[in-house]
């Protein structure tokens, strides 16, 4: 029992140094691989919509979505809230003076902490999004809530997905 | 940078509370010693507001250690040695026995003199005089309490010690209220340090006792503050841009170890909290946060998610390595060390989805998992390390649970209204 234990940790122990490995290699390089990810899919949904004097004025912002959705312990920005965040990205292009929040947010499962960490990785995830789309860093603030303020309450899928999101809140025109 | 806010407008000390915490005993042992605790003696002209052999009996049994005889089967009330009749105690099962008298010596002081015995043997294991304040005569209970338990199982007593946790409560549509509280270790007295209508978290007691860090949301970003019990003064200590949160002492009292995403990423550092020297830990593009001291100071333990999945890693100060603790389930975070560093508690997840308290003898790698609902978080152990503090829900509501560090019982402390969560067991205070 224990020697299955000890060999079980030792396989373990030699993957995990492995990936530690890899993932210590490309520590300054993982912020920019998901940013690029994103901007790669921001390109292939977003390249299409070229006119350059569309997307200035706030009518162009004002019905777009605000609330953006992850998966469980992820913070990867699904693809189909990529058009809408170019286009929030756009108008902080145009409007130097505009600026949003992004409030990061996780579902209670698992520890506040470890949540606290989670939705700032989504609010980031985000961040970066605007930023390869136009939007300079300056114009963002990113706050994470972690599991503290859920949309909804309630022990169930339905619930926990409508709480992993970060939601965008313009501060400023 | 450092702002001490004496009594800022947020706090309000020595806020008595009256929800309070009740406990209930859901899963007993077969091991348990029987004893009787008789009623003390009192022999004063106004009633005590506190029934001091009450509290006492109630420390003893919510140990798990000991199962206590009720009153009603006493078949007598001996507050002396020369009533105590062994032939009544045997005949009730009764293997310990303690009687006590109480009386004034003037001004607020009580005096109480107890005596256990070994009912079997008909012996006196131990007699004491103790003598208290009457109007905190919780105080004295928890005191004696210690005494017995010490005298008993050879452990430290840990009844005079506190709690501190976070309550919330929905007052309507996105406004909640938010109070971080310290009770006794049983959730009795309970009074509020600070109230916020923004969130409070991770309090973290330094190893004296003395001070309390945590983090808190009320400028409306998070930063982290220590606050002084004695004095109810505070300082916020970090407000970067981004997290700053995950305050964890190191035993010295002279550093905090905390989570900052200034960087970047979510990182753990130690600040020293004397010359303001701030030090990178982590260097990972993972998330590393959750970080505690070993007791001998000598590594850093955090979790981190450098593997795919939340685990638990410990850093060397002296080496500067890292290794994996935790390798049992996909979900192993918010660890803590028992005070001779052999047992890590923490929240785990395994292949029953559910998360749960679950301990893991460092020695042999041994997980055993301790509790039995769907969403316990936040262990905190017991400065002698047999009980495990957490918060669990019951119903849709966050309450605390507690289980003995076998896992052989559990309670459950649950509050009136609000959810509440974040225990923190403080260290031994005297």
């Keep these: ?173 | 940078m450092v702002r001490a806010i004496v009594c800022a407008f947020v706090l309000t000390m020595s806020t008595w509370v009256s929800a309070q915490l009740v406990v209930e005993v859901t899963q007993g042992v077969d091991s348990q010693s029987p004893i009787a605790i008789v009623p003390f003696e009192w022999r004063g002209d106004q009633a005590l507001d506190e029934d001091v052999a009450r509290v006492v009996e109630q420390n003893l049994e919510r140990t798990g250690f000991f199962k206590a005889l009720a009153r009603e089967n006493m078949l007598s009330f001996p507050t002396a040695q020369s009533q105590v009749f062994f032939r009544d105690w045997r005949m009730s099962s009764t293997d310990y026995l303690v009687i006590g008298r109480m009386e004034s010596v003037g001004g607020d002081q009580v005096r109480l003199t107890f005596e256990l015995y070994d009912v079997l043997k008909e012996q006196t294991i131990h007699s004491q005089q103790v003598s208290g304040s009457r109007t905190n005569l919780r105080d004295l209970a928890h005191y004696v309490s210690d005494i017995l338990f010490e005298q008993l199982t050879g452990i430290k007593g840990a009844f005079s010690t506190r709690l501190a946790y976070v309550t919330a409560e929905s007052l309507g549509p996105d406004r909640q209220r938010f109070r971080l509280q310290m009770s006794d270790w049983d959730g009795m007295r309970p009074r509020t340090l600070l109230e916020s209508s923004e969130p409070i978290l991770s309090p973290a007691w330094s190893f004296d006792g003395s001070r309390l860090a945590y983090v808190s949301f009320e400028t409306s970003r998070p930063a982290i503050y220590v606050q002084h019990l004695a004095t109810g003064q505070r300082e916020q200590v970090q407000s970067f841009p981004g997290l700053n949160g995950a305050p964890a002492w190191s035993p010295d009292g002279n550093q905090l170890a905390m989570v900052l995403s200034k960087d970047g990423n979510p990182e753990v550092y130690v600040l020293n909290l004397s010359s303001r020297h701030l030090e990178r830990i982590t260097n990972n593009s993972a998330i590393d946060t959750e970080p505690f001291w070993a007791p001998d100071g000598r590594s850093l333990y955090f979790t981190s998610d450098r593997g795919g999945s939340p685990q638990i890693y410990k850093y060397n100060f002296n080496t500067r390595a890292v290794e994996r603790v935790t390798f049992e389930g996909n979900y192993n975070a918010a660890g803590r060390l028992t005070q001779d560093g052999r047992f890590l508690a923490m929240v785990h997840r395994g292949s029953s989805r559910r998360f749960q308290i679950a301990v893991q003898d460092l020695q042999n790698g041994r997980l055993d998992i301790l509790t039995n609902s769907d969403y316990d978080e936040s262990p905190s152990i017991a400065p002698n390390g047999t009980i495990i503090i957490y918060a669990t829900q019951q119903g849709s509501r966050g309450v605390l649970g507690a289980v003995s560090i076998d896992g052989r019982v559990r309670f459950n402390m649950p509050v009136p209204q609000g959810d509440v969560r974040e225990p923190a067991w403080s260290p031994f205070l005297r």
């Design chain 1, 1 to 173: 029992m224990r020697s299955t234990n000890l060999s079980k940790a030792l396989a373990l122990a030699a993957v995990m140094a492995f990936a530690a490995g890899c993932g210590s290699k490309s520590t300054k390089t993982d912020s920019g691989a998901m940013g690029s990810d994103a901007a790669g899919g921001a390109a292939a949904y977003g390249s299409g919509t070229g006119s350059d004097v569309s997307g200035g004025s706030w009518a162009d912002v004002a019905n777009l979505r605000t609330v953006f959705y992850f998966d469980f312990d992820r913070s990867v920005v699904r693809q189909d809230g990529f058009s809408d965040l170019e286009a929030h990205a756009r108008y902080l292009s145009r409007n130097p003076s505009a600026s949003v929040r992004l409030e990061g947010h996780a579902d209670e499962r698992g520890t506040r902490e470890y949540n606290m960490a989670l939705g700032e990785r989504r609010a980031q995830a985000v961040e970066r999004l605007l930023i390869v789309n136009g939007a300079n860093a300056r114009q963002i603030e990113t706050i994470s809530y972690g599991e503290e303020r859920p949309a909804v309450s309630g022990n169930h899928e339905g619930a926990w997905s409508q709480n992993r999101r970060v939601e965008l809140k313009y501060v400023s025109r």
